[in-house]
């Protein structure tokens, strides 16, 4: 194909939670090629969510496809990046063993209890509170429920490591990703055995752990037929997309990070292990740490919102511009369960008159969203982390309106990445990986700038946003 000869360029995957996005660059940093196909995650039964891995390589190949294909360049390197979490039950010899538990399943909530009764120092080193949808209660979960798959399986795989092992037949990890399975020793950056053994876990199915940077292994020939590309490229061990994220978009001291997708994140640099209550601590690409509060009710509920009131999207964020009132209803948009907050009530809109409109309900979802960011940043500003200022990115951060709607709400000036296509700031920091793989550092490091940073969003005021925060929080008591 037309890829296989030109000028050097790296290739990054980036495995989201509903879509594969392929990001091909040269080596000054400047995009070639784009590419975006979709993936279905089915719900066998209510609370689980699970996906054939073979989706995610077909989603995958047809990105690459898309953003390769066209472009006349050599790709010297590739890594893959994408969402934390979940597992996926790897035998060298038969492949995947069942479908892929994903990070919004919350099957397993009976074997978080299973770790709240460790001993309070193993669970110190672990530097997070545990959760359903991390791979350490998965794992559990099935050793308890599917004991074959397990004894049949080689390797307990995160998602991006087995679209890296269709990649090379190489499995592995990295300590980003491994930071997030609650089987990783923090302080000591590598598997905590013990705690392993202690929940009656295999320890032997816990995969090599190299640098995000590193090469991994090389492109099979296999696969490099399907994506289009030459045998034997060198593929990047890859990281976490929070990871990836915060390469790309590197936060200067005293700031924060938040990215908007389906999920919402809150990232701020950490600078010891210590576990707080109510947030997660991960290793960094570069070697450090950062803390992370995590909201999943943003993209995919404002998604319910639009499609439920029969609205597109442009329409729900036209709401934004509108002046906050005090007789908004109250949106709580709990629909799906949050980490540490399970709600059995679920999502709901109070406060609602015979004078509300369908506007006024888009609004008040805009609002709730917006109100579920702020309270996560409240519980990071408990754990001693107080951005000043925050920078903004991630797909759904792109409308003007709901911009500065967020800054009103989050009381914070607001800062737009630098790159204009911020929802494929993941997909830089896979590109990130793959140039340093291949030697290519110094241009891939910086953001595309052929256009115009968006200029920072202040807040205004305190007052009503402030007073419809207070309601938010009453309403959710």
Partial sequence: MSAVSGPPAVLGLDLGTSQVKALLCDAAGAVLG??????QVA?????????????????????ARSAAGPVRAKVAAIAAVGQMHGLVLYSERSGVLRP????????????????????PDHRARLGNDPSAGMAGPILLWLARHEPDACRRADWMLQPKDWLRARLTGAPGTDP?????????????????ADVAAGLGLPAGLLPPIREP??????????????????????????????????????????????????????????????????????????????RLAGAQNVGVTLDWVRRTLGAGWGELYGTAARPWRPDTPVFLPYLAGE???????????????????????MRAALEGVAFLLRAQLDGLRAAGGAPGRVMLAGGGSRDPAWRQLLADALAVPLHPAADPETGWLTARGAVILAARAAGMVSGAEQPDRSEQNPAPVEPGGPGPAERAYRRFLASRA
Avoid: C, K
């Fill in 100 to 119: 892929a538990i994903t990070w919004l399943d919350r099957r397993a909530d009976a074997e978080v209890a299973e770790y709240r009764r460790l001993p």
């Fill in 34 to 39: 784009r590419g975006v196909a979709g993936y």
């Fill in 339 to 361: 980490r540490w907050d399970h709600r059995e009530s679920g999502g709901a809109w109070t406060g609602l008159t015979l004078a509300h409109q369908r506007d006024d309900l």
């Fill in 176 to 192: 980003t990703d491994a930071s997030g399975t609650l089987l990783y020793d923090l302080a000591r950056g590598a598997w905590a």
């Fill in 213 to 290: 940077a590193e090469v991994a292994g090389t492109l099979l020939p296999s696969a490099a037929a399907e994506l289009g590309l030459p045998a034997r490229i060198p593929v990047a061990t890859g990281a976490s997309d929070t990871a990836a994220s915060l390469l790309a978009a590197p936060v200067p001291d005293r700031w924060g990070l938040l990215t908007l997708g389906t999920g919402g994140q809150w990232i701020i640099p950490a600078s010891n292990a210590a576990r707080q209550e109510g947030t997660n601590l991960f290793r960094s690409a570069d070697g450090g740490m950062f």
């Fill in 43 to 63: 719900a066998p039964r209510p609370g689980w969510a699970e996906i054939d891995p073979e989706q995610w390589w077909q989603a995958a190949r047809a990105a």
